[in-house]
C-alpha cells in the first residue's frame, strides 16, 4: 500500500481546508486510515481516524472541528479542517493501519 496526501496550505484563523489522502495497491488487510500531525518542536499527533467498520475517532482538541470521512471504495480519505485555529498549524501525515503505512507530510499553515 501508497499514501499520498494532498490539500495543505495557507489558511486565515476561522478558514476550512480538506485534505485528501489516496491509497494505491491492495487495502485488504487495512483495518483503518487517518491522519497525524506534527508540529514545530512536539512530537507528532493522532488527529484522527476511520476504521474498516465506519467507526471514527478525534483527538480532543479537534472535535467538533474535523470530520474523517472516506469514499465508497475505501480507498481515499480526506480531513474536511474546520474554524482553523494557528495551534492547528503542522505537518499533516496520512498512516494506515493493518501493515503501518505513512504518506508524505502535507503541511497546513494557519494565521492569526
Known amino acids: 500500500v501508497q499514501l499520498q496526501a494532498f490539500g495543505g496550505g495557507l489558511v486565515q484563523t476561522g478558514g476550512s481546508l480538506r485534505l485528501s489522502c489516496a491509497a494505491s495497491g491492495s487495502m485488504v488487510d487495512i483495518n483503518g486510515m487517518g491522519w497525524y500531525r506534527q508540529a514545530p518542536g512536539k512530537q507528532r499527533e493522532l488527529v484522527a481516524v476511520?476504521?474498516?467498520?465506519?467507526?471514527?475517532n478525534y483527538a480532543d482538541a479537534v472535535k467538533g472541528r474535523f470530520s474523517i470521512s472516506r469514499d465508497n471504495a475505501k480507498t481515499t480519505v480526506y480531513l474536511q479542517m474546520n474554524s482553523l485555529k494557528p495551534e492547528d498549524t503542522a505537518v499533516y501525515y496520512c498512516?494506515?493501519?493493518?501493515?503501518?503505512?505513512w504518506g508524505q507530510g502535507t503541511k497546513v499553515t494557519v494565521s492569526s
Open positions: 476511520i476504521f474498516r467498520s465506519g467507526s471514527t
Open positions: 498512516k494506515a493501519w493493518g501493515p503501518t503505512v
